[in-house]
T-cell receptor
Framework: NAGVTQTPKFRVLKTGQSMTLLCAQDMNHEYMYWYRQDPGMGLRLIHYSVGEGTTAKGEVPDGYNVSRLKKQNFLLGLESAAPSQTSVYFC????????????????FGPGTRLTVL | GQQVMQIPQYQHVQEGEDFTTYCNSSTTLSNIQWYKQRPGGHPVFLIQLVKSGEVKKQKRLTFQFGEAKKNSSLHITATQTTDVGTYFCAGYNNAGNMLTFGGGTRLMVKP
């Protein structure tokens, strides 16, 4: 099993350009997440999905859109990139989370390093 | 909203010394998870604590969950260079669908 994969690994954009980051998981997980990580800061949740066809806002959703058309894929879109969106983006997936009795770790992809000039 | 804070932000230790990172939440947590991120890598799950006052050990790593379920700690005994990385704690919100991460503690070990 590949686990969680992300494409691309690196990308440089100019301000105002758009792009889509792709996340794929082969663990049949219901929940998927997009985080951004900035230097000296933890991971901040952008958007998440609790199942195919559903999406929800996280802590920092502005400037991003997401789609979950297939259970195994979660796409993150930037419609008009800004320098403030320069960051490392991580996708993660998990089985049903938050259940106290469940062993519900999140599995992370390798990340996408995005620079917006 | 829920806030999770970690201290210290950075820690330099000599190989063989002990290391501790502390995690505090603004709200009571249903459970807490710890992750490790090696330099240039992605976060990897270490452990989950669920019960009030729970203590779990993984070799040289000891994890504790506070009695009030609002704080946690990770203690590493006799650090090794392989322990280098950033350690994050994370707690779920009441709805159980969002994990809030602390800012992490970056551990550097001098050989």
């Amino acid at each position: 099993n590949a686990g969680v994969t992300q494409t691309p690994k690196f990308r440089v954009l100019k301000t105002g350009q758009s792009m889509t980051l792709l996340c794929a998981q082969d663990m049949n997980h219901e929940y998927m997440y997009w985080y951004r990580q900035d230097p000296g800061m933890g991971l901040r949740l952008i958007h998440y999905s609790v199942g195919e066809g559903t999406t929800a806002k996280g802590e920092v959703p502005d400037g991003y859109n997401v789609s979950r058309l297939k259970k195994q894929n979660f796409l993150l879109g930037l419609e008009s990139a800004a320098p403030s969106q320069t960051s490392v983006y991580f996708c993660a997936s998990s089985s049903y989370p938050g259940l106290v009795s469940s062993y519900n770790e999140q599995f992370f992809g390798p990340g996408t390093r995005l620079t917006v000039l | 909203g829920q806030q999770v804070m970690q201290i210290p932000q950075y820690q330099h230790v000599q190989e063989g010394e002990d290391f501790t990172t502390y995690c505090n939440s603004s709200t009571t947590l249903s459970n807490i998870q710890w992750y490790k991120q090696r330099p240039g890598g992605h976060p990897v799950f270490l452990i989950q604590l669920v019960k009030s006052g729970e203590v779990k050990k993984q070799k040289r790593l000891t994890f504790q969950f506070g009695e009030a379920k609002k704080n946690s700690s990770l203690h590493i005994t006799a650090t090794q260079t392989t322990d280098v990385g950033t350690y994050f704690c994370a707690g779920y919100n009441n709805a159980g669908n969002m994990l809030t991460f602390g800012g992490g503690t970056r551990l550097m070990v001098k050989p």
